[in-house]
């Protein structure tokens, strides 16, 4: 997804049809060119 904004929020449900939990890797950082920028990260959520 490409998005221009000044704010986004994303908020999302799986299905709940996986079978199984499973151990993900989740990466957050600034698009290159951007490294120095600062920003803070409220909160995260799972369901396990």
Sequence with gaps: ??????????????SGAEPESQEHTIQNRMA???ESKRFTILGFGYVS
Aim: charged fraction near 30%; hydrophobic fraction near 40%; glycine fraction near 6%.
């Design 1 to 14: 997804m490409t998005v221009r904004c000044k704010r986004l929020l994303l908020v999302f449900k799986d």
């Design 32 to 34: 290159p060119g951007h």
